[in-house]
């Protein structure tokens, strides 16, 4: 986990006390080393957190002759054999890091690089030998990077929105109709932000530099969802998730794991169990004092199984206060999904217990339709070509009426836009199968755009860095190709991956019905919590919302009359 910031900046718009603020913003993430540069006409900003070779990871790093230079975060699992090939060919190293092997596979290949990279990154590289350069992205959009035009005609990027506003001309301006998305989405769909002129990067994209000049992102890896007939081989899988765990165990820091005792994370806990020397594994798991929202008796269950240390993380309606806060401060953007707080709170217990490495089962739910939404629908709905409009309305979080009684001006634009932006999104996937086709949109929009971002961020703000196995792109893209019967099928999903699991659980443990880590915010807000929501509910800015009809639905929730949970949880998060 580290944190960049560029600027690609030719016309010396900015100063390095610009720069230094940026990165400061930001310092956060790597808590370790900090270094920033002005190199030809680019400036290069990194904060370190030391997880590989603490000793010689210094960034901006730069090859033997002083000629090209690179700022990274992320990491690249496959860097030894990298490593391995370069040194065959000549190329001195002066580190362990896997930093280093940016430096020399690009004065080997320059762009091709990215084709023999296996990990998670942003790094930008700078070639002052033949006066070019690379910004790129890994291929699912783990690692975050948002970029900006300068005022000048330049190009500014960083690992978050805040680092790119402390400079000027960038991010001063609230895209109100961008915000009006959260309502709709719980999120704003990349590549769209709150703050007019900032985007993210694609997933699976860089940009090229010369000395004047950069070009538009170019697209280096796609998910290829068009399914396979073979039958599935659970012997291929078992071998590529085993090499992608063993490949991830590569650290010189403390590591644990995130358990729920969900099909994911029980399947990562049996993996490290084969294969992590460092016994017992520490494991960290939610507990919560409203029995039906509490899973720490599965995260026991497979604790118990395979002997591992497991710290129950207790959180409750005291939580939600400043969790909420701190999730908004660190994701720049509101989200209406809770969960943040929920991720952030794992991440201060293991933070304080002094590790650093957190492994977690992110992936394979947006892949295979795992979620409790998409089995509710493809339940009922398999039709080839199923209405976009019946699956929007099963995700939306608030329909068309609490809109228009709701928001109002550029907000209230926004969300009515939404169903637009959602059919233009899979316009690239309707030959496929629906299955498919809701996984393009999640893993496209909702991966990148939200779930990465949790555990991005509030791992980020507590010096955490994730490690997902699933996300070893050469898993996922197996997951992807499955055929859709082996995703989901009969309102089941995840078919395969639970049937792969049951070599080491039970059949009960595998199919029970799907719960996702979430609070009971619905109910706080009708009682400890109900001052609070009230008085931030009251201070959304009245030129786009309707505070009395706010208050009215707030009301009628508090007294049970109807459960608007889902739409004042967006509202709590705009407010803040």
């Known amino acids: 986990m580290c944190g960049l910031v560029g600027i690609f900046d030719p016309q010396q ?6 720069v230094d603020q940026a990165i400061n913003r930001i310092g956060y993430r790597g808590i370790d080393e900090r270094g920033v540069e002005r190199v030809g006409p680019t400036w290069m900003a990194h904060v370190r957190l030391a997880v590989v070779d603490p000793e010689n990871g210094h960034q901006p790093m730069t090859n033997t002759e002083g000629s090209v230079h690179v700022i990274f975060n992320g990491e690249i699992y496959n ?15 002066k580190s362990r890091c896997d930093t280093e092997v940016l430096i020399h596979l690009w004065q080997e290949k320059r762009e091709s690089l990215l084709e023999d990279l296996v990990g998670m990154f942003v790094f930008f590289i700078w070639d002052s030998a033949t006066s070019s350069g690379i910004l790129a992205r890994d291929r699912q959009g783990i690692k975050p990077c948002y970029v900006s035009s300068t005022p000048s005609g330049g190009l500014a990027f960083a690992s978050e929105i805040k680092a790119l506003r402390c400079l000027p001309g960038i991010g001063e301006e609230i895209d109100y109709q961008s915000l009006g998305l959260v309502h709709v989405f719980n999120y704003v769909p990349p590549p769209t932000t709150c703050f007019k002129g900032v985007t993210h990067l694609p997933p699976g994209s860089y940009i090229l530099f010369t000395r004047e000049r950069f070009s538009a992102p170019v697209k280096y890896w796609s998910w290829d969802l068009e399914p396979e007939s073979l039958e599935p081989d659970a012997e291929k899988f078992d071998a590529l998730l085993s090499q992608a765990v063993k490949s991830q165990l590569d650290f010189d820091v403390r590591g644990c794991l995130f358990l729920s005792g969900g099909v994911d994370s029980s399947i990562i806990a049996s993996q490290l169990d084969r294969h992590w020397d460092r016994k017992p594994i520490r494991a960290y798991g939610l507990t919560c004092p409203v029995l039906e929202y509490d899973e720490y008796s599965l995260a026991t269950s497979v604790a118990q199984q395979f002997s591992i240390d497991l710290k129950a993380v207790s959180y409750g309606p005291e939580d939600v206060i ?26 201060e217990q293991a933070h304080a217990d002094g590790y650093v490495v957190a492994f977690n089962g992110d992936g394979p739910d947006e892949i295979m339709g795992g979620f409790s939404h998409n089995e509710a629908f493809f339940s009922r709905q398999m039709r080839s070509n199923f209405p976009l409009r019946h699956y929007f309305q099963a995700i939306t979080y608030m329909d068309p009426f609490m809109q228009s009684s709701l928001l109002r001006g550029d907000v209230a634009r926004g969300a009515n836009s939404a169903e637009e932006l959602f059919n233009s999104y899979l316009i ?12 393009a949109y999640e893993l496209t929009r909702l991966m990148p755009g939200n779930n990465l971002i949790k555990g991005d961020r509030m791992g980020a703000s507590l010096s955490i860095e994730g490690r997902s196995p699933f996300l070893d792109h050469r898993v996922s893209q197996f997951l992807s190709k499955l055929p859709v019967r082996a995703k989901l099928s009969g309102g089941v999903g995840k078919r395969f991956l639970k049937e792969y699991g049951l070599h080491s659980f039970d059949e009960s443990h595998m199919y029970r019905k799907k719960s996702m880590p979430t609070l ?57």
């Open 13 to 18: 718009g900015y100063s390095k006390n610009h």
């Open 79 to 93: 860097h030894k054999s990298i490593r391995k090939d370069l040194e065959a060919k000549g190329y001195i190293f």
């Open 322 to 347: 400043q969790g909420l806060k701190a999730s908004v401060l660190h994701a720049d953007q509101p989200h209406g999904d809770f969960s943040f707080i929920l991720i952030r709170k794992l991440c």
């Open 428 to 439: 690239p996937y309707r030959n496929l199968e629906p299955v498919s086709q809701i996984a």
């Open 520 to 576: 009971p915010i619905g109910e706080w807000i009708k009682s400890p919590l109900k001052s609070w929501a009230e008085e931030k509910l009251s201070t959304l800015n009245p030129d786009f919302y309707d505070v009395d009809a706010v208050s009215e639905c707030f009301s009628k929730h508090v007294a049970g009359e109807k459960n608007y949970t889902r739409e004042l949880r967006t509202l709590l998060s705009v407010s803040e």
